[in-house]
């Protein structure tokens, strides 16, 4: 049980003030009146302090702990908790540790790194006098990892164990098909209540978290009172199904589109190519010297590579049609959608080293494969149904796609390289968002740099454009027409001397 | 006799107070010590270090740079490693970010991810793939290669954790890129 010790309202010490200040003078010579001036001065001096302290019901009983309003001391807490929290001078953060976690957190700040995961907190922390102080829900939030928490609200607040109910782990699995949501920690199979944007988990008994639920795309946050643990979800999606599995027992939450997206009927008869002219709408993308734009000169060359394609043969599709804004998310889902055979984006570079001038091809680097999904898909291979089997396998298939992305990325270079007037940079491997999650052959291509004068003007006339596309829809058919070699190599191979 | 009393009575008072006090500061819990507060250091160690800087051909290039003190701790080392890098090269070399900078905060968890958090970068930022290469590279590569124990570091800006600037993919801990250094 806590209580809050403001004994005497702050306002009695600046009455003491101010009969002291009206004594000052005439009186101050009485001993008795001395006496009462050097009470005032203690009540004066101690009432504040005691204002700004809160008693909190610890297991190890009442403990004082700073507080202004509804912040509580955050470090003062934690150490209750048992951790030893030490303060970085040149990082400007604080450490919380003990031997199984360790929690890291900056004053101003609303994030923090849990066990070497960035955390998004409920509120910020903030530097009063001397204390970091946060409202109770960060508190809660920070001390949750450690296997702590707090009940009682404001004016009763009580550090208590986790383990009063079951301390469940949420984790968080992204996939293209959707996210999936893998609770441990409990037998419980809650039930499960939708509405409009979010979903409610009702336990039969009360329930922790081990550690915040990390927001991503599709699901925004998550809140748990008491028995209720409550998903707030993206527009459009819902929950596409739950259930449970055994040893280690847990509860598996699918989130996915709330109208499955049905494939685009394009009829074809060959492979199609989606080309994805970067940037559009208010995202300008890169600007020349003489005002060209980026965002104009891969929506030229991208028409006309599309233009030649279809005159060989092979369907094309834009990612967008005109000046308008598309998500990087949205131009990769577009060509997953459509089933595309290759995915090739358009871009003109720009650097702050002004000589920097030529063309070079990307293709998605090994590791930003999402690692982490397939490690939690792999977690969960025991009696794993074939959804998350699927996962396993899209992850493989994504790995595979590597090698016949460096080669396309090669055919694309070559084709380039053989233009006048364009320094080979070669291939390289970078984690481009856009690149991130196509389930096919796919790559991006820097045709020159805007922030080089001489090539921003040649990249902005009609018929080096026109080149270039030629350039890239040769490649791009001969990358169709050549058979995938078994085993090609993955490296990035360096521009030509 | 009689006469030093009250001088004597008002020595013993103020000895007692004075221990008093001396009491209350030993005891009184240590108040966290304010932010970009120095502890007391020993003797500074000068030392060097490698930064990466793009150069014309938009690769990154080594510039060595001795520095008066050079910190044992990974955090005040990373920290240093970072503002000199912010500092700009004095050997010619472009501007590895395209904006003026600051480092804001600096964690580092047990695995050896870094996460550095940089001022937010201005709207109407200078966009390019080259760009975002130079920046996320020459600071992922300068803090990995003078912080013993970093094997990846994770960029964030204005105190949140990003998906991209434009092109490429800020949302995980990047590993140093030797591709992207000029031989």
Not at chain 1, 16 to 25: C, I, N, P, Q
Not at chain 1, 167 to 192: D, F, H, Y
Not at chain 1, 305 to 312: G, R, S
Request: some cysteine.
């Amino acid at each position: 049980m806590l209580r809050v010790r403001r004994a005497l309202p702050l306002a009695a010490a600046s009455v003491y003030s101010a009969k002291l200040e009206e004594r000052r003078g005439s009186t101050f010579r009485h001993g008795a009146m001395r006496k009462r001036i050097a009470f005032a001065c203690l009540v004066g001096l101690t009432l504040p302090l005691l204002a700004a302290a809160i008693t909190v019901t610890t297991p190890a009983g009442p403990k004082e702990v700073f507080a202004r309003g509804d912040l509580l001391d955050v470090v003062a807490l934690l150490r209750f908790a048992g951790a030893d929290v030490q303060f970085a001078p040149a990082a400007g953060s604080y450490g919380a540790v003990t031997p199984e976690h360790q929690i890291q957190f900056t004053p101003g700040g609303a994030l923090a790194v849990v066990d070497g995961r960035l955390t998004p907190l409920p509120g910020p922390l903030r530097l009063v006098d001397g204390h970091i102080v946060a409202a109770q829900p960060t508190v809660i939030a920070l001390l949750a990892p450690l296997g702590w928490t707090m009940k009682g609200g404001a004016g009763a607040p009580e550090l208590i164990r986790a383990g009063a109910g079951e301390q469940i782990e949420v984790s968080v699995v992204r996939a293209p098909t959707g996210t999936t949501l893998v609770m441990r920690g409990t037998k419980q199979r809650p039930r499960v209540v939708a509405s409009q944007g979010s979903v409610a988990l009702q336990f039969a008994t009360p329930v922790t978290l081990l550690r915040p639920v990390m927001p991503e795309s599709e699901l925004l946050g998550a809140e748990l009172r008491n028995t209720t643990l409550t998903l707030r979800l993206a527009s459009g999606i819902e929950v596409t199904g739950t259930y449970p599995l055994d040893d280690p027992p847990r509860f598996v939450v699918r989130l996915g589109t709330a109208t499955p997206v049905a494939p685009v009927a394009v009829p074809r008869t060959g492979p199609l190519v989606v080309l994805d002219p970067g940037h559009g709408g208010e995202d300008q993308g890169a600007k020349g010297p003489g005002s060209e734009l980026e965002k104009d000169i891969t929506m030229a060359v991208g028409r006309a590579t599309a233009a030649h394609l279809q005159a060989a043969g092979v369907t094309a599709r834009l990612t967008r049609d005109g000046d308008e804004a598309v998500s990087l998310t949205d131009r990769t889902a577009l060509a997953n959608r459509l089933q595309a055979a290759v995915f090739v984006s358009i871009h003109a570079n720009a650097s702050l080293a002004r000589g920097a001038h030529g063309a070079e091809t990307y293709y998605m680097r090994a590791d930003a494969s999402d690692p982490q999904a397939a490690q939690a898909a792999a977690r969960e291979n025991a009696s794993a149904p074939p959804d998350t089997v699927q996962l396993i396998l899209w992850d493989l298939a994504h790995v595979a796609n590597l090698n016949n992305s460096a080669r396309l990325a090669r055919t694309v270079q070559e084709k380039l390289n053989a233009l006048q007037g364009i320094k080979d940079r070669g291939i390289r491997q970078a984690p481009f968002v856009v690149l991130t999650g196509a389930t096919m052959p796919s790559a991006l291509v820097e045709v020159g740099f805007l922030s080089n004068a001489e090539e921003a003007a040649r990249l902005a006339a009609h018929d080096v454009q026109d080149q270039i596309a030629t350039a890239l829809a040769e490649a791009i058919i001969d990358f169709l027409r050549a058979p995938a070699p078994e085993a090609a190599p993955t490296q990035a191979v360096p521009p030509t001397p | 006799m009689r006469a030093l009393r009250p001088i004597v009575a008002t020595v013993a008072v103020v000895a007692v107070l004075a221990a008093l006090v001396l009491l209350s500061l030993h005891h009184r819990a240590p108040a966290p010590p304010p932010a970009g507060a120095e502890p007391a250091s020993p003797t500074p160690v000068p030392g060097k270090l490698v930064l990466f800087f793009p150069g014309d051909d938009a690769l990154l290039h080594r510039e060595a740079r001795e520095v008066p003190e050079l910190p044992a701790a990974a955090l005040p080392r990373i920290r240093l490693v970072l503002e000199e890098l912010l500092a700009g090269s004095r050997e010619g070399f472009a501007p590895a970010f395209p904006w003026t900078a600051t480092v804001q905060a600096v964690f580092l968890d047990r695995e050896g991810d870094a996460f550095v958090d940089f001022s937010a970068p201005p709207p109407d930022i200078a966009s390019g793939s080259e760009i975002e290469m130079t920046l996320a590279f020459a600071a992922v590569n300068s803090v990995v290669a003078n912080s013993p124990g970093v094997r990846r570091v994770q960029l964030l800006f204005g105190g949140h954790e990003v998906t991209t600037l434009g092109h490429l993919d800020l949302s995980r801990p990047l590993a140093p890129s030797v591709e992207m250094v000029a031989p």
